[in-house]
């Protein structure tokens, strides 16, 4: 089991080991709050842009979502009248930015990510490990855009944000409520307090399901919003205009792969669509290589996009990527937009 799955199922549960970590949870939970208060006091410098800014992130490690939600917000942005762009760190790329990426980049360069979201919006994307300097930089050569969208960076206090959204998975919540490293917080759950809008990820889970783990701060002042990726549709990596259907799989040697935050999330989605397979996690951001691929002459191989943008230049005909898309509670759009016109006016299509 990787290191990273393991840790995972022990951070949804209280354990005695938790307790000997407890210390150095303090410590970094100190180290963050102290940090919070010298940007709140402006002992560092927090940036504002010149067009509002939506943070998509979340409180926790491991993936939640947020890619596909940041998507979903692009086009939805698109269709109330704005022009967006979006901001990325660029995790497990080599370019520090900023850099322009597009559906063409290399993923090892700019990382999976930032090469995804421009290969299914085609909006003007920016990845840097400051990302003031990325959203200046893509504002300076798109001066259209009118709101930027950024990828992560709830954490990332130097740029000032107008709207907040975090991601929460919602198999696991929060966890056992616990700061690293003895559970999996990078900040307090009472942050979830703060932000605009919580976004539930039930993918897998009862619809009915609210909980946010044994971490729950209780009710929260909102209602959070529910979310689901749906999809059933496989490009094949070589050639996205390829199409399979789960169908037309079935009967097959597969074999899925998943170097994402929640591989379990992808394999029961799998599950889910009647398909049998053998599962291979790798740790998030993983640099594929031919070998990771090489299943024999009869395997077909089956991933997340997010991977497949990785291993485009050496996939054979049998590798396939499953196309999701976030499907968000309708009230989560209108909060959104109501929050932009608010600052903005009224935006025509």
Not at 66 to 90: D, F, M, Q, S
Not at 187 to 196: D, F, Q, T
Not at 231 to 244: I, L, T, Y
């Amino acid at each position: 089991m990787p290191a990273a799955e393991w840790f995972e199922r022990q951070w949804t549960q209280r354990s005695w080991w938790q307790v000997l970590l407890w210390p150095l949870s303090l410590l970094f939970g100190l180290l963050t709050s102290v940090r919070r208060l010298a940007y709140r006091i402006a002992w560092f410098k927090s940036e504002r842009l010149s067009v509002p800014v939506i943070v998509v992130g979340n409180i926790s490690v491991g993936g939640s979502g947020k890619t596909p939600l940041v998507i979903w917000l692009v086009e939805h942005l698109r269709a109330a009248g704005y022009t967006p762009g979006v901001i990325c760190r660029g995790y497990g790329g080599t370019e520090p930015g900023p850099f322009e990426v597009g559906p063409l980049s290399d993923a090892q360069q700019v990382g999976d990510e930032p090469v995804l979201i421009a290969l299914r919006t085609d909006a003007p994307l920016f990845i840097g490990r400051n990302r003031v300097a990325a959203g200046k930089a893509l504002l300076a050569a798109h001066p259209n855009c009118d709101v930027i969208v950024s990828d992560d960076g709830l954490q990332h206090y130097a740029l000032e944000r107008d709207v907040e959204v975090a991601v929460v998975d919602a198999r696991f919540g929060v966890g056992n409520g616990r700061l690293l490293p003895a559970g999996p917080l990078r900040e307090p759950v009472s942050r979830l307090s703060r932000v605009a809008a919580v976004v539930m990820n039930q993918s897998g889970v009862d619809p009915a399901s609210k909980s946010l783990g044994r971490g729950s701060p209780g009710k929260l002042p909102y209602e959070p919003y529910s979310m689901r990726l749906s999809g059933q549709v496989f490009c094949q990596v070589k050639n996205r205009e390829m199409h399979a259907l789960p169908v037309d799989l079935r009967g097959r040697e597969l074999h899925a792969l998943a170097g994402i935050g929640n591989p379990a999330r992808f394999f029961a989605y799998l599950s889910g669509l009647g398909l049998t397979f053998t599962p291979h996690s790798f740790p998030d951001h993983h640099r594929f290589t031919t070998h990771d691929l090489d299943f024999g002459a009869n395997a077909t191989i089956l991933m997340t996009e997010k991977d497949a943008v990785k291993c485009q230049v050496f996939a054979s005909n049998n590798c396939w990527a499953l196309a999701v898309s976030a499907e968000p509670d309708d009230r989560f759009g209108e909060l959104i937009v109501a929050k932009l016109r608010k600052i903005y006016g009224p935006q025509t299509a």
